[in-house]
């Protein structure tokens, strides 16, 4: 099978370390600096709401331009996602067109549960193991 065409899920991490939007940022740092994983998914009631990843540490350590006391939720991104059906070209276009190194993978359908994450090294190995 083409590598473009085979399904996230088949890729993504399914070690989902996540974060509630009323989660103080320093313990969103504390978490993103303990667990290495880059992007923290921020859910309220079991939906992706937004995104904190390891920009905010970078944000926080040049500008300090933010209380480490504050609520996550006035620092989320919007989440660029795809879904776990969702085939590795598409997850590589979103990845480039937001310049991203790191998507959540929500369940498909209604509820768009955050089931894991996939990296951009995830999504290029599987595209040069299939050449």
């Known amino acids: ?4 065409r085979a399904r996230v899920s088949s890729l993504m991490s399914r070690r989902l370390v996540a974060v509630h939007p009323n989660t103080k940022v320093d313990v969103a740092i504390k978490l993103l600096k303990s667990t290495n994983v880059g992007l923290l998914p921020v859910i309220s009631d079991g939906r992706l709401v937004g995104v904190i990843d390891d920009k905010l540490l970078l944000r926080y350590e040049t ?3 933010f209380s480490l006391e504050e609520r996550v939720e006035r620092l989320m991104k919007k989440p660029v996602f795809v879904e776990m059906d ?3 070209d598409a997850a590589m276009k ?4 937001h310049g ?3 998507l959540p993978v929500v369940s498909s359908g209604v509820d768009m549960k955050c089931v894991g994450v996939v990296s951009a090294t995830e999504l290029l190995a599987a ?5």
């Open 1 to 4: 099978m083409d590598a473009g």
């Open 100 to 102: 991203l190194t790191r």
């Open 86 to 88: 969702g085939t590795v």
């Open 127 to 131: 595209k040069a193991a299939s050449k």
């Open 94 to 97: 979103y990845v480039i067109e």
């Open 63 to 65: 500008e300090k331009s």
